[in-house]
């Protein structure tokens, strides 16, 4: 699928905005009305936060001063006044809604009776925690026309603060510094190294040092991954740490570069490399490294890649550099000459743990390739590498090479035809935030289980977004006549002994979703497109309080006192398979014992009726539609016209009956302001009359079908995007 020319259809948040409502969130009478922080010493008054502070986060634990609660990521505190004996008191307390219907990822900070936290695009909210009032918003001005250059939506995963400043990136990879008393502009600088390439950052931003680090997206898009250090003070870059190499002729970075290079065949730099850095950054202060999750290889195909092999380094792979400098001090790569999507990007939680006899300072990761790797923190030397879901790819690990056992059978660049693969490219592990309770010993990971099809096509790489291969939704396009490897997806959050490195139990079909554990022994688990939040006893995943989030529930979630009382705390939003193009209520919700906050009702959003004109047209012009719908449409609108997220549902719109009105959204830009820009550059009359064409055809296809939402689109079923839009 050609997606090159492709302008996206977003809905600009003023439209948007008339969706979400506009309430301010509902307070509880007895709080009281103080809103700014105390002063203290000669700080700033808000966001008074120094290295000495984030490294001791751990001291203030009614504080989330970081990302992953302090700087080990663990998202442990130890707070128990909500503990498993009173957990049925706890109640919403408050809650305030965020503008927007594009997905919600981020983890909130608490820092001195504030809340900070980023939205979609990178807008970032500042929220007073006695009053539930909105202090300040600020909002990036992201161009609309670029949110398909990333495969799974515009969100952002969160903010950083330090010395009276909050910082993010937004969407089109612009870092910014904001006052954190009045949200104004402190510095804004580019991190992306060329804009006119499909890079975007959606990761949470981490702080050390004075310096921000920041990483991208991209690798299906042909891009050369990357991290980024920014002075906290100036916004100057510091320096940047490539993940795979660049043209030797023009020189390598630095000598990481270069061993890189001798794992690397043929051009490689045409196509980008890929090795993106989207999610797993950990900053860890015992060693002053800064652990980078590397992703997948551009293109995913290592014949078209690397055209005569080499394991081509840092893909899917952890690196460390030298937090200060930028300088590589070691990596373990997890898959040589990957070609499944399973990048390394995980999160990445630094524990101490008694490991074979011996306390060891600890790296962990469950991986999207479905293998949880614990490394020793300061040498990158490989500990364990235990599957936390089935996979068919590798055997196992040889742990003296630190290699995997390759499956041939999996290799569909071994294959004539295509085969199957476990799991499938949303991967065993994706942006949800996992836990781990130095209390219970355990690491809580919210895993998925898939499969897909691969079939090896290396001449499929001339668009932007094509591979060098082509996957499928395995019960539609390939048997498996052995019948072991189960269809469709499911989710379930594994409690895991990390130092065993077995299940010890799961919580069964829960969508998947971030978490938290407490000193409470409570396992906060947020399930996704079930819309709830739930409360599990950590030690043995009793359910023990459920709450309805009304919106999918996929971000991180906080705990932290304020003013002697424990609150529980999430940002929710996001699309629901329950009805496409339906506002998502998204919001802010906070909790405390004995809250009795309630959400306003939710108003059951009731989709257009399929009514599309009589079918007319001949098969070839509907073929013809499907594959213009494919290089044109399909990235936002979604395979088949199903839309997902805030694009809408094709089928159902009424522009299926007049090829004038059609054509005056689609050529003359008639919605452009909403974000669907024209595509007279990209599409003739005709063209855009066989993609009309094909879409009555798939409205018609819908109506005669038993599901409400029409059937499974050729070959991906609705549970597969539900997971597609957990990762990037
Ligand atoms: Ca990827």
Redesign the pocket.
Known sequence: MSISRMTALVLASALLAACGGSEEGNTAANTPSTSAPAETGNGPVFANVDQARLNNAASEPGQWLTFGGTYSEQRFSPLDQINTENVDQLGLAWWVNIDTNQSQQTTPLYVDGVLYFSESWGQVNAIDASTGERLWRFDPQVAGDIAGRACCGVQNRGVAVYEGSVFVTAYDGRMFALDAQNGDVQWETQTITDPELWYTSTGAVRVANGKVFIGNGG??FRTRGYVSAIDAKTGELLWRFYTVPGNPELGFENDAMRMAAETWNGNWWDLGGGG?TWDGLTYDPETNLLLIGV??GAPWNPLVRSPGGGDNLFLNSIVAVDADTGEYVWHFQEIPAEEW?Y?AVQQITIADIEVDGEMRHIAMQAAKSGYYYMLDAYTGELLRANNFVPVNWTSGYDMATGKPIINEAAQYTMQEAGTIIQPGPAGAHGQATMSYSPETGLLYIPAMESSMAFANAPENIDGRFNLGMEYFGHDYAYDDPENTIEQGSRSRLVAWDPVAAREQWAIEDVAVGGTLVTGGNLLFKNNGQNQTMGVYDATNGNELALFDTQSAAVAGIITYEHEGEQYIAHVVGGPSFQGYYAPTYARLLVYKLGGTAQLPEKVEFTQRPFAPPEETADAELIAQGDALYGENCAMCHDVGGLARSSFPDLRRTPLLHSAEGFNNVVLDGALSERGMTSFAANLSEDDTSAIRHYLIAQAHIAMNSPSPFGPPPEDVAPEDLEEVTQ??
């Open positions: 690798a299906e993106s992703g997948n999507d990048d990762d990037n």
